[in-house]
């Protein structure tokens, strides 16, 4: 049996794409996202399944910088439709609520419907986390946004469900394991992520990057992130479209080394289907 850990507690988010992707798996709920990294790199759990980016609130904090540090490799990706269901403890009604309880992205991805109730909000570690404190406080002022999973794993009332504010919300959850897993080119399409250091010289990232336009690789992302106390040359995160063996995509990492003081590949993966419908559309 696969051992899945994730951040958070059970019905949360990262719970439902832990399960979606592992539906015979057993989960290892974790604090923090740190916590669920190490528990791979530490064979406590095989695999983590940890959120990367929001449709709304855009990048997770702390992810991309945990990542390279953790020694393990991203082997598929997932997105999963994000709804939000306002829940209060039973027999309690929406117009006894005055306050919302609710990780911090999850508060910023339902704003509308705070605005409508004017609530005060509180900040919880995790969404299930929230409900879970509704819950036991047993007061019907308190309500939480969270997953619809949560109001039956802790016997909650639905006060108002969807609450987002976009209906296409999605995030985008990445599978890491100690094993990279580079399998060869599938003929599928494929997604490539990687961290590189530029070299301290002048128009080096613009040089980096020119293999990619050259060998016309698709780039999806790209993220800096600044390293020490800001003198050294900053960090990119960056996925492309392709597999390493792929003539194109070679090319485009062989310049990209001749410019770069670190490249690390952090993993090859099918693309989701998700992402092939939105470039479809």
């Not at 406080?137 to 609450?163: F, Q």
């Not at 494929?190 to 070299?199: A, D, E, G, I, K």
């Not at 003539?247 to 090859?268: H, I, M």
Request: glycine share 8%; with cysteine.
């Amino acid at each position: 049996m696969t051992t899945v850990a994730y951040q958070g507690e059970p019905g949360s988010n990262s719970a439902t794409a832990a399960r979606a992707l592992f539906p015979d798996g057993r989960g290892l709920p974790c604090t923090g996202f740190e916590q669920a990294l190490d528990a791979v790199a530490l064979d406590h759990a095989d695999v983590a399944v940890i959120p990367t980016d929001n449709s709304a609130a855009g990048r997770v904090a702390d992810v991309h910088h945990l990542l390279p540090e953790s020694g393990l490799f991203i082997v598929a990706e997932y997105f999963l439709a994000i709804r939000f269901d306002l829940m209060g403890v039973p027999g309690a009604s929406l117009e006894q609520v005055e306050c919302v309880r609710s990780h911090v992205h999850a508060l910023g991805q339902c704003r509308k419907v705070l605005r409508e109730g004017d609530w005060r909000t509180l900040v919880s570690d995790d969404t299930a986390g929230a409900a879970r404190e509704v819950a036991e406080l047993g007061d019907p002022r308190h309500a939480a946004l969270a997953p619809p999973a949560a109001a039956e794993l802790y016997g909650l009332r639905v006060l108002r469900p969807e609450v987002e504010d976009d209906p296409d919300n999605t995030t985008r959850f990445v599978v890491l394991s100690r094993d990279p897993r580079l399998a060869p080119d599938p003929g599928e399409p494929m997604m490539t992520s990687l961290f590189f250091c530029v070299r301290n010289i002048p128009s080096a990232l613009y040089k980096a990057l020119g293999g990619f336009a050259s060998s016309a690789v698709n780039l999806t992302k790209i993220e800096s992130y600044q390293m020490g106390a800001g003198l050294n040359p900053s960090r990119f995160y960056v996925e492309i479209e392709g597999h390493p063996d792929d003539p194109g995509v070679a090319l485009a990492l062989q310049e990209l080394r001749f410019f770069s003081s670190e490249v690390r590949v952090l993993g090859t993966y099918r693309a989701h289907a998700h992402r092939l419908r939105g470039r479809a559309g």
